[in-house]
């Protein structure tokens, strides 16, 4: 008996692997620095929790309709008025198990067998591997240096093809933190109009964004931009709820009606509870988010000062998000106690080896060349795990 070719064309997550071998050692009593996971380190809001509880209480415990309780979507549309200026009906709104199995169902809904879809680099890990369990073909857009790592009309338009479908726009980005320019995204946008392709935005990190930053949804630059582009996001990051599992997507009828009869067959109804929590959330007072926001900021400032002091590593300021994302190219030939380091994998391996720190190798985001580290830890665990770093470094010759 043998698995499908799907199935054995999919990588696993690399984050998730690192961080699952963290916790492994942590739980066998190993003194552990994690800096792989993405997810804040902060409880949920006790608002939201209470909610929760009240839904278990009141017995809202059976199905919702499958792409979520109308209160709730129509709490997403608030929220999009309210801060991105778009304006869109609850009909036009999904509620999934997470943003990730939001963009599973955008992917789904739009590809065809060998349809492709363009995904600039570094990319977040999981994008290349939902393309192609939709049985769609990952193209990788990397920016050239002569436009000084930017995203142009001409670098979008040399990977178009007939088979072309969408382009994924992720700000603030996981891995890299940064955020598109609005010069970036009317390069998309117009490249999506010129050849009639989806535009598939995922803004589950726009609450965190820092300094002068600013975060534009590509939606707000047209009508007809809006109407080629599916909105991703969640509750998950900005209200410290991964676990819970609430994501959404905004778009166009017609997709938002595929998408929900896709889900009512895979999954049905996004959990009620958290449903219930997600709608405290987006209605209740926002305070929380600042405050850890005010957070983040501080511990990119130090993680980023310390990073660009150590030998072999530098990085550039990450706008949003909360990871540094690692040049460790300089390391790469270096050997460490005899053993010669070929690449970040190899380099990721003996830091969480011999120095008990876990980071995670950019191989995954498309850039073999970085690390990935989460600063959505403690600032004593980020001095520590620093620390730690920088002895190990100092150790390469």
């Avoid at 994690?34 to 902060?42: L, N, R």
């Avoid at 929900?260 to 449903?275: D, F, G, K, V, Y």
């Amino acid at each position: 008996m043998t698995l499908s070719r799907k199935a054995l064309g999919i990588t696993p997550s690399p984050t998730l692997t690192i961080d699952a071998r963290a916790k492994q050692l942590k739980s066998e009593g190993v003194d552990v620095i994690g800096f792989g996971a993405g997810e804040p380190d902060f409880d949920t809001p006790e608002h939201i929790r209470e909610a929760a509880i009240t839904a278990i209480r009141e017995g809202f415990t059976r199905y919702t309709p499958a792409a979520g309780i109308p209160e709730l979507k129509e709490a997403v549309c608030e929220k999009l008025q309210r801060e991105n200026n778009l304006l869109y009906r609850p009909g036009q709104v999904v509620l999934s198990n997470g943003a990730k199995h939001s963009l599973a169902n955008i992917f789904t809904a739009i590809l065809d067998s060998g349809d492709e879809v363009l995904i600039p680099v570094p990319y977040w890990v999981s994008y290349p591997e939902m393309v192609k369990l939709a049985d769609g073909v990952p193209v990788s857009v990397a920016a050239d240096e002569k436009d000084g790592g930017k995203l142009t009309a001409e670098l979008l338009h040399r990977h178009i093809t007939p088979r072309t479908r969408a382009i994924v726009v992720n700000s603030p980005s996981n891995p890299t933190g940064q955020l598109f320019s609005r010069e970036e995204l009317l390069a998309v946008a117009g490249i999506a109009l010129q050849n009639d392709l989806w535009i598939i935005s995922d803004e589950i990190y726009e609450k965190l964004v820092y300094g002068d930053a600013e975060h534009i949804s590509i939606a707000c630059l047209g009508e007809e931009i809006k109407k080629r582009t599916v909105i991703v996001n969640g509750v998950s990051k900005a209200y410290a709820m991964t676990g819970w599992r609430i994501g959404y997507t905004a778009s166009g009828p017609e997709l938002a009606v595929a998408m929900e009869s896709i889900q009512s067959h895979l999954t049905s109804n996004p959990n009620s509870i958290a449903q219930k929590a997600a709608l405290a959330a987006l209605r209740g007072p926002q305070d929380c988010v600042e405050e850890m926001r005010q957070v983040f900021e501080s511990r990119r400032t130090y993680a980023l000062e310390r990073i660009n002091k150590m030998p072999h590593l530098s990085c550039s300021e990450p706008q949003g998000a909360f990871y540094l994302f690692v040049n460790a190219g300089q390391a790469c030939g270096l050997s460490f106690r005899g053993t010669v380091i070929n690449n970040t994998d190899e380099l990721a391996a003996l830091l969480l080896e011999y120095y008990r720190v876990a980071v995670v190798p950019g191989r995954g985001f498309g850039a073999p060349e970085y690390v990935r580290l989460s600063y959505a830890t403690s600032l004593e665990n980020i001095r520590v795990g620093l620390d730690r770093m920088e002895a190990f470094l100092q150790e390469l010759q």
